[in-house]
């Protein structure tokens, strides 16, 4: 399995659970090649997948939106975007920066022109940036994104993505947010907690991985202690959960009996100071 191939499995799981994801369009990206992989990780891996990222989108869409309707807008950043669609589910005030591996941006950009133009998407302020966060340096990143920002305050958001990245660029990409914000904005992350290394569920989607990679792509996996959130120089930890916490408010009829059972992942948002 490629990496670009996971945003398309997390985009179908979010079409899946419409009412809890709030996210209507997800299902333009479903495919019969997506389709076909996903119940071998339902099965193989965890049956909660589907419904634990459709409350991940929830709680960044509840996040995002009440930050620009504070804001009267203002400009979404989203990298390692994927399929996501977020940029259709906020206000029209709300512009957005789409930055993804050049593969998928230009897919992206061409699928979302072509649906917009033929009504299936409502028209929005949409930028697009071409840029692998392992290849450039923090300042080619910056001077690449910066003149991009039209409208501020900003709100950034990194879902789905460390697990996939080393710690050289994680640092680097949070640095790179410091660059590009200011006092007040807020950065939204997705990450696993260590102690999860130690659990079945996590060892299966270990072995999926590894035992479906039939390309050269190679990824890390990433976990991320708390610690290193609270530690990030010029941000706030302003807000923590997780998945399993908020299923109980998005999900009440998903019965997860423990957390140590799911893929449970962590999500944090910090503030600019
Ligand atoms: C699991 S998908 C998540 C997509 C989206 N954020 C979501 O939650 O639906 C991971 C995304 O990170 C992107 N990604 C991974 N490594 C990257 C890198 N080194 N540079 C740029 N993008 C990367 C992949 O191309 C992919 O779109």
Redesign the pocket.
């Known amino acids: 399995m490629q ?2 191939e ?2 398309f ?3 179908t799981y ?1 079409s899946y659970h419409e009412g809890i994801s709030k996210d209507p369009y997800a299902k333009l990206w479903n495919n019969p090649a997506t389709d076909a992989l996903i119940p071998d990780i339902l099965k193989n891996v965890s049956e909660y997948e589907a419904v634990l ?1 459709s409350i ?2 929830r709680f960044f869409y509840e996040e995002m939106n009440s930050f620009f309707e504070a804001h009267n807008g203002g400009t979404l950043i ?7 669609m977020y940029q259709f589910l906020m206000n029209k005030n709300v512009s957005t920066i789409e ?3 050049k ?2 941006i230009t897919y992206k950009k061409e699928r979302i022109d072509s649906w917009t133009a033929t009504g299936k998407l409502p028209k929005r302020d949409i930028q697009y940036a071409a ?5 450039l340096s923090e300042e080619e990143i910056v001077v690449m994104l910066t003149p991009l920002i039209k409208k501020k305050p900003t709100f950034i ?5 460390l ?3 080393d710690q050289h ?1 994680t640092h680097k990409l949070f640095r790179v947010f410091k660059n590009l914000q200011n006092s007040r904005d807020l950065v939204g992350s ?1 990450s696993y907690i260590p102690e999860i290394e130690n659990t079945k569920v996590y060892k299966r989607l270990l072995y999926y991985f590894d035992s479906h990679n039939d390309t050269n792509d190679s ?1 890390m996996h990433q976990t991320t202690p708390h610690s290193f959130y609270e530690n990030i120089d010029g941000y706030q930890l302003k807000h923590h959960t997780d998945e399993f916490e908020l299923s109980k408010i998005y999900a009440p009829d998903s019965i997860i009996e423990d957390k140590t059972h799911i893929l449970n992942e962590h999500m944090y948002i910090l503030r600019r100071v």
């Open positions: 990496i670009q996971t945003a499995v997390i985009s979010r990222h991940r989108n989203n990298f390692g975007a994927g399929f996501s930055i993804d591996k593969d998928i840029v692998n966060f392992t290849n958001v990194l879902e789905g993505v697990f996939f990245l660029t997705v990824f």
